[in-house]
């Protein structure tokens, strides 16, 4: 398994820096990134962009980088649409670079997104840390998913790979095969349930995780020892696994909260956001998550140059302001009602085995990031006994929800949405 590493100093020099990224090397024709970094501050020159040592790793990363699972969407465009994005993922990935980011993750589940950062970033291969998942399957085909993955990035290592779902030890097995044949450089995992995160932990099969961590997704202590996102954190550091979040801005409700106009309390947020200007509250997200000192970075996702750029802009300084404290605590007070946290604590509960999380997940694509054409795909791939039409409403996923959410009607209203029925349900 990986050597942990005994060094836990935060802030590094110019010196210490390239010496650990050069220890780090294995032996290939890839080459390192390298970034100039101010001695004293730990900053990119004239941009401000801060690094952090990814645990046992000890790469040097950025607070922000780009994920993307959005680009799951390209897949429903149409030809004109579909070059469209193709070129401005590409200078998405070039503006993130050019401002001091320094890794994208991505999945082969996210459509061509894999190919997609070979072609656009090869020239400037020495700048990134290329994020790639594996899917837990068997030894072989994980093998052929990671040969894949290579060959379409135009690259030699995968930086940091990753088992993205419930991982197994055969898998993690198969990954630390491929770190010693020089296929990937680290092992990590991602998945939704922190449960799964601390067995791999505990078992040493990890470098780094990726986690869903954001400002409600502390999981409530429900009646069964759960870990929840906070002790899985606490534990990785002791471990010194790194860790990069997921979903650092929620749901994404805004949009959804836009034509909200019988809720009083929604509509106060919306005019605060319109008052003092809807970046804000994305800054506060991503500064309450940066202020934990078990956290190494946020994997954001980015659409736009723009994004982009007010990303970063909210990473540079880390200071919350009094505006986007009172901001987040308002966007949370709201938003804590109906955010699922996708732990996956309710899915053993079903009777009908609904995979309910996903279902979820697709309604907050449809409702929340406007992802219709997406969601419904999604929704649509899913066999009809596994649908909302088999629930006989005995809400069992709700006695066992950590959240207390209303898991029944979310489902409902999920359903509704994804087949353009209507329900009796207030949406």
């Excluded at 996102?229 to 860790?243: C, F, M, T």
């Excluded at 003092?276 to 998550?289: D, F, P, Q, S, V």
Aim: net charge positive.
């Amino acid at each position: 398994m990986a050597e942990k590493s005994k060094i836990s100093k935060k802030d590094f020099t110019r010196r210490e820096f390239l010496e650990l990224g050069s220890a780090s090397i294995i032996s290939t024709t890839f080459a390192k990134p390298i970034f100039g970094k101010n001695e004293d501050s730990g900053t990119k020159p004239s941009i401000g962009m801060k690094y952090r040592r990814l645990g046992r790793t000890n790469l040097m990363i950025s607070e922000i980088g780009v994920g993307c699972a959005s680009g799951s969407l390209s897949k429903t465009l149409g030809p004109f649409l579909f070059h469209k994005w193709l070129r401005e993922r590409g200078d998405v990935f070039n503006k993130l670079l050019d401002l001091g980011g320094n890794f994208i993750t991505t999945s082969p589940s996210y459509h061509n997104t894999v190919e997609l950062i070979g072609k656009t970033v090869k020239h400037r291969r020495n700048e990134l840390y290329l994020t790639i998942a594996v899917l837990p399957d068997s030894k072989e085909k994980m093998r052929a998913s990671i040969e894949k993955s290579l060959r379409e990035l135009q690259t030699d290592v995968i930086d940091l790979s990753f088992s993205k779902g419930s991982g197994t030890d055969e898998g993690f097995e198969a990954m630390h095969k491929m770190k010693e044949e020089g296929k990937i450089r680290f092992v990590g995992m991602s998945c939704h349930d922190p449960r799964m995160h601390e067995w791999a932990i505990k078992k040493d099969y990890l470098d780094w995780l990726h986690i869903p961590y954001n400002r409600m997704s502390m999981i409530k202590q429900g009646p069964a020892d759960i870990p929840g996102a906070e002790r899985v954190l606490k534990l990785a550091k002791n471990e010194d696994v790194g860790v990069i979040v997921i979903k650092p801005l929620t749901g994404n409700f805004i949009p959804y909260w836009a034509n909200q106009t019988h809720n009083s309390e929604i509509q106060e947020m919306m005019k605060k956001l319109k008052d003092y200007g809807t970046k804000n509250i994305y800054h506060a997200m991503l500064r309450w998550i940066l202020q934990n000192e078990n956290i190494t970075a946020a994997a954001v996702g980015m659409d736009t140059v723009q994004q982009v750029i007010e990303n970063v802009e909210g990473v540079i300084t880390k200071e919350m302001t009094s505006t986007q404290k009172e901001l987040l605590d308002l966007y949370t007070r709201i938003a804590d009602k109906d955010y699922c946290r996708m732990c996956e604590t309710c899915t053993p509960y079903c009777p009908k085995g609904i995979p309910v999380p996903d279902i979820l997940r697709f309604g907050m694509y449809y409702n929340n990031y406007q992802w219709g054409d997406y969601a419904k795909s999604l929704y649509n791939e899913l066999p009809e006994y596994k649908k909302v039409t088999r629930c006989d409403d005995c809400g069992r996923c709700e006695e066992h929800c950590p959240n207390q959410l209303p898991v029944v009607k979310k489902l409902h209203r999920a359903h509704a949405a994804l087949t353009n029925r209507k329900t009796s349900f207030a949406v």
